[in-house]
């Protein structure tokens, strides 16, 4: 079946420095990917999307781009910031529309 | 941007008794909602989907007497942990699938997620 592998956090940063948290799945076709992020106690939140091989999905800053030699779908962001911190998730949507995530890497951006 | 929201965002109950969790899609319709359980630092683990006007499809392993899902409308879909134990404490979020785009979404197909239910069960 689907999955997602993101790497085990937490992940902590001083302010300003560049981001990276890889994400690679497993699927039969072609899937979505997506980057969510929750922040404490809520819900989460669409960050950025790509729909096919090679599309960069970007947004606030970070970027991702689908890399289907590799399977894979990292995280980047230039400069974080400590309003940053939060919950990263990497999930994939398959021709059924069913979202499968990863574990989840808490990133903690220190001042 | 589309909405999506939760009611309760927190609650506390004696074990035994049963609790309603409402999702409700405000400014879109969503035929189909799709209810996750989030244990403290894991992932979101999808317990069902429920679409509008039928029943709803439960996950290997999620009791479906235990954990009733009503969809009756386009866009209000609410789960109802009976008899609930201890154990069912956990954290609670919704989604609804924006499947006509009518959100102003990213794109049709996407789901827009609540901010999530507490559930503490003493």
């Known amino acids: 079946g689907d999955s997602v592998t993101q790497m085990e956090g937490p992940v902590t940063l001083s302010e300003e420095a560049f981001l990276t948290i890889n994400c690679t799945y497993t699927?039969?076709?072609?899937?979505?990917l997506f980057w969510y992020v929750q922040y404490p106690g809520e819900g989460l939140q669409l960050l950025l999307k790509a729909t096919k091989a090679d599309d960069k999905g970007s947004n606030k800053g970070f970027e991702a781009t689908y890399r289907k030699e590799t399977t894979s779908f990292h995280l980047e962001k230039g400069s974080v910031q400590v309003s940053d911190s939060a919950v990263y998730f990497c999930a994939l949507r398959n021709a059924g529309n069913m979202l499968t995530f990863g574990g989840g890497t808490r990133l903690m951006v220190k001042p | 941007g589309a909405v999506v929201s939760q009611h309760p965002s927190r609650v506390i109950c004696k074990s035994g008794t049963s609790v309603k969790i409402e999702c409700r899609s405000l400014?879109?319709?969503?035929?189909?909602m799709f209810w996750y359980r989030q244990f403290p630092k894991q992932s979101l683990m999808l317990m069902a989907t429920?679409?509008?006007?039928?029943?709803?499809?439960?996950e290997q392993g999620v009791e479906k007497d235990k954990f009733l899902i009503n969809h009756a409308s386009l866009t209000l879909s609410t789960l109802t942990v009976t008899s609930a134990h201890p154990e069912d404490s956990s954290f609670y979020i919704c989604s609804a699938r924006d499947h006509w785009g009518t959100s102003g979404g990213l794109s049709t197909n996407e789901q827009f997620f609540g901010p999530g239910t507490r559930l503490t069960v003493l």
């Open positions: 429920s679409n509008e006007g039928s029943k709803a499809t439960y």
């Open positions: 400014d879109f319709q969503a035929t189909t």
């Open positions: 699927a039969t076709g072609y899937p979505s």
